[in-house]
């Protein structure tokens, strides 16, 4: 079975501070992919990045980066310079193949951030 | 380039009804995908269907079902609602052999 356990609930910082949300997750599969998704209060599920089990290279896009180390089984995302807008929920997600062909979403429990000024 | 559509936004059911929600993917899209999110049990998978056929359930009741039409259209159905079937559902469409999900805005249902 899949897993995603992201450990922080909630996070407070103020704005222009550095944040890091951690994501763990556990799986069998040797081919899979991750993904880190926002959600505004409006409710839609935001696509940041997705990143397959073969390319541990980090990215940087903008005030975000990603940290994905295989080998602790992490998929860390940073934001630099942190900003009100950055203020939501954030999901960590696995996806891996099913049984009946195609693949699911496994999510964590989200991180709450709250930006203040 | 539209994207995915649900509808409707918002809707309010009394327990035992029955309610359909709709999903329309982004145009070329086969795959649509529905979720469940509700604050005890967060984002949980429904069921995925693909060329109008479902290829996966989640672990929900038989009260829960849904098809997709030939245009990649997809519903979902809710029968006999209860009250722990409030909840956020999202709707998600990709392109086959391609691991881009793209998700709706929701259908936030309210049973009383």
């Known amino acids: 079975a899949q897993k995603v356990t992201q450990a922080q609930t909630e996070i407070s910082v103020v704005e222009k501070e550095d944040v890091t949300l951690d994501c763990v997750y556990e799986t069998r599969d040797t081919t899979y992919y991750l993904f880190w998704y926002k959600q505004p209060p409006s409710g839609e599920l935001v696509f940041l990045i997705r990143?397959?089990?073969?390319?541990?290279q980090n990215e940087i896009s903008g005030r975000y980066s990603w940290n994905f180390q295989k080998s602790t089984s992490s998929f860390n995302f940073t934001i630099t310079a942190s900003q009100v807008v950055d203020s939501a929920v954030y999901f960590c997600?696995?996806?891996?193949?099913?049984?009946?062909?195609?693949?699911?979403?496994?999510f964590g429990t989200g991180t709450q951030l709250k930006v203040e000024l | 380039k539209a994207g995915v559509t649900q509808t409707p936004r918002y809707l309010i059911k009394t327990r035992g009804q029955q309610v359909t929600l709709s999903c329309s993917p982004i145009?070329?899209?086969?795959?649509v995908s529905w979720y469940q999110q509700t604050p005890g049990q967060g984002l949980q998978f429904l069921f995925e269907y693909f060329s109008e056929t479902q290829r996966n359930k989640g672990n929900f009741p038989g009260r829960f079902s849904g098809r997709q039409f030939s245009n990649s259209r997809s519903e979902m159905n809710v029968s006999t609602l209860e009250l722990g079937d409030s909840a956020l559902y999202l709707c998600a469409s990709k392109e086959p052999d391609n691991y881009g999900y793209t998700f709706g805005s929701g259908t936030r249902l309210t049973v009383v």
């Open positions: 145009s070329g899209h086969r795959s």
């Open positions: 990143r397959n089990s073969f390319d541990e």
């Open positions: 997600a696995l996806s891996g193949y099913l049984p009946g062909g195609g693949n699911k979403l496994t």
